[in-house]
């Protein structure tokens, strides 16, 4: 996390044991055993235990902030006591110091005894990282470029966006071996690394056949160790390998890849690089959720990490915020309505009267002017599946036409199960 001399923890692997207590010295920031113990124990140890008690006193003293309350409150009564410890977690992790601090801060000596004696058993086991210092300069430009890229992607910019953004990666590639100055040429290791996460992006928009330990993924590790802050360069590379791995089948390695996504995401203030992992996790449980539907606590679970992601956008610019919001809103609305990650309908998924109403409210929310090429895809199925629950099949029918055109057109991977649901939406009406 950041720490008051404008510098950044960047996290480097050691064999040394963790002694207990851990001598913090002047140290402000938790190194990541630290976090991932507190995380552990407060999913594991206090489950079952209601959170409210614990966050409110943590927001009086100001050790969490009122947004963190606000934001568990909201949920309280939909989501399980899991999901509000771990934005806890997250949260104290970042505006906190080191366990021992954290200590002196809970509700009672008996809650004191049970993180004292957790602390000592989990790191019998535990390995803890060294942890050492990168300065971190300005990141709002390479944010801005990040998102400009990804916004150019998403509107069919690019006839072959793939292949395109490979030929401009290459460019940059030359021009860095042409940079004698250090500074410009990290500056440029940055921006081809935003490229290939685009690029990446692009390719798993047209197919799941992806190696996800090739191709642009290889370029990326190549090079991440130059950028101006590998570790952020890292939440790119792991959310995107989960997210192809969640595609090819492979749950247990996504999953420890968006685990490490998540150790260097935590290990920053919220950027817009932390905000795409808490999406890709999103795009992961949306997954999840569609091999097991009936699964209600990973429903809940997803919205919860949706919630949490939107929140992350407070501090952003209106430009941003509307991007992402669009994103974690549309898959908020595929959860509630049984819609995959592709556009798959969940067979005998059963929808509640509450999640078709706030299905119809959260689409009601934003009216969507220029919403790009592949957004006009996505929402339009959200809408057609709406309309198709709302018993007004033929505008149902009439959308989804619409929306074949335009995954035609984009040649998306989303393509033969737009195909699929046009066709049993045509049988549905022609019944009536």
């Given at each position: 996390m950041a720490t008051e001399d404008g510098q950044i923890e960047i996290i480097a692997g050691t064999d040394d044991r963790t002694l207990v207590p851990i001598p913090?010295?002047?140290r402000k920031?938790?190194?990541?055993?630290?976090?991932?113990?507190?995380?552990?124990?407060?999913?594991?140890?206090?489950?079952?235990?209601n959170p409210l008690t614990l966050l409110r006193r943590l927001c009086e003293k100001d050790h969490v902030s009122k947004e963190c309350l606000e934001l568990v409150e909201a949920k309280q009564e939909k989501s399980p006591f899991q999901f509000s410890y771990e934005i806890l977690a997250n949260e104290v992790a970042k505006r906190n110091w080191v366990i021992l601090r954290i200590e002196a801060q809970m509700v009672s000596r008996h809650f004191t005894n049970d993180l004292i004696g957790f602390y000592?058993?989990?790191?019998?086991t535990k390995r803890v990282q060294e942890v050492v210092r990168a300065t971190v300069g300005d990141r709002r430009a390479i944010q801005q470029y990040?998102?400009?890229?990804?916004?150019?992607?998403?509107?069919?910019?690019?006839?072959?966006?793939?292949?395109?953004?490979?030929?401009?990666?290459?460019?940059?590639r030359q021009r860095i071996e042409l940079e004698k100055n250090d500074g410009r040429r990290q500056n440029m290791y940055d921006r081809y690394i935003a490229l290939k996460a685009a690029e990446i992006d692009a390719l798993t928009n047209r197919t799941d056949d992806i190696d996800p330990y090739g191709g642009a993924f290889s370029d990326i590790e190549e090079v991440l160790d130059r950028s101006s802050n590998p570790g952020i360069s890292r939440v790119l590379l792991y959310g995107r390998k989960a997210d192809v791995l969640s595609s090819l089948g492979r749950q247990e390695e996504g999953r420890c890849m968006l685990k490490e996504g998540f150790t260097y995401a935590n290990a920053t203030d919220t950027c817009i690089e932390s905000v795409d992992m808490v999406y890709k996790s999103v795009v992961f449980r949306l997954s999840e959720l569609e091999k097991d539907p009936s699964n209600l606590l990973l429903k809940e679970q997803l919205l919860a990490e949706a919630s949490r992601g939107l929140h992350e956008l407070n501090e952003e610019n209106e430009d941003v915020k509307t991007f992402w919001k669009r994103l974690f809103?549309?898959?908020m609305i595929y959860c509630h309505l049984g819609i995959g990650k592709r556009c798959r309908i969940f067979p005998n998924f059963e929808i509640s009267k509450q999640s078709l109403m706030e299905a119809e409210r959260l689409l009601s929310l934003d009216s969507l002017e220029d919403l790009e090429h592949r957004r006009q895809m996505m929402y339009g199925v959200a809408r057609a599946r709406l309309r198709e629950l709302q018993g007004d099949l033929s505008s149902a029918v009439e959308t989804l036409s619409r929306v074949l055109e335009i995954a035609k057109e984009g040649k998306y991977t989303e393509m033969p199960m737009i195909s699929d649901y046009l066709s049993c939406l045509y049988q549905k009406h022609q019944q009536i």
């Open positions: 913090c010295g002047d920031y938790m190194n990541v055993l630290e976090r991932d113990f507190l995380n552990c124990f407060f999913t594991s140890v206090l489950l079952y235990v000592k058993e989990y790191t019998r990040f998102k400009f890229i990804k916004k150019q992607v998403h509107e069919f910019t690019f006839k072959n966006p793939q292949a395109d953004l490979s030929v401009i990666g290459a460019r940059i809103v549309l898959r």
